[in-house]
């Protein structure tokens, strides 16, 4: 499976930006998908992922309500609508696939199979 993520770029405070995952592949209905971040100087954390189905989603607690994680399978694209955007949220954003991730590891980027490149978000007025 190959990864690309994109739909960054430089908003402002409160703005909304939308990033999109697509994926090669015909088995990527069978991917659990996540979405993970890097700030500078910082370590990389999970951001939000969703399970291959579309049953269930997660989210870090401070996204919960601005953040959406969605799949189209048929697209072989997993998107991530990010709303009332906070200057704390500037990060390249990166996109995971895992085969076989439960409930408890899908915060987990070691979990992950494959990585797309980042997508470069800015938050700043």
């Known amino acids: 499976v190959q990864l690309q993520a994109f739909g960054g770029g430089l908003v402002q405070p409160g703005d909304s930006l939308r990033l999109a995952c697509a994926a090669s592949?015909?088995?990527?209905?069978?991917?659990?998908v996540g979405w993970f971040r890097q700030a500078p100087g910082k370590e990389r954390e999970f951001v939000a992922a969703i399970k291959r189905n579309g049953g269930a989603t997660f989210y870090k607690d401070s996204v919960k309500g601005r953040f959406t994680i969605s799949r189209d399978n048929a697209k072989n694209t997993v998107y991530l609508q990010m709303n009332s955007l906070k200057p704390e949220d500037t990060a390249a954003y990166y996109c995971?696939?895992?085969?076989?991730?439960?409930?408890?590891?899908?915060?987990?980027?070691?979990?992950?199979?494959?990585w797309g490149q980042g997508t470069e978000v800015t938050v700043s007025s």
């Open positions: 592949g015909r088995t990527f209905s069978t991917y659990s």
């Open positions: 995971a696939a895992g085969k076989s991730l439960i409930t408890g590891s899908m915060t987990d980027g070691n979990q992950y199979d494959y």
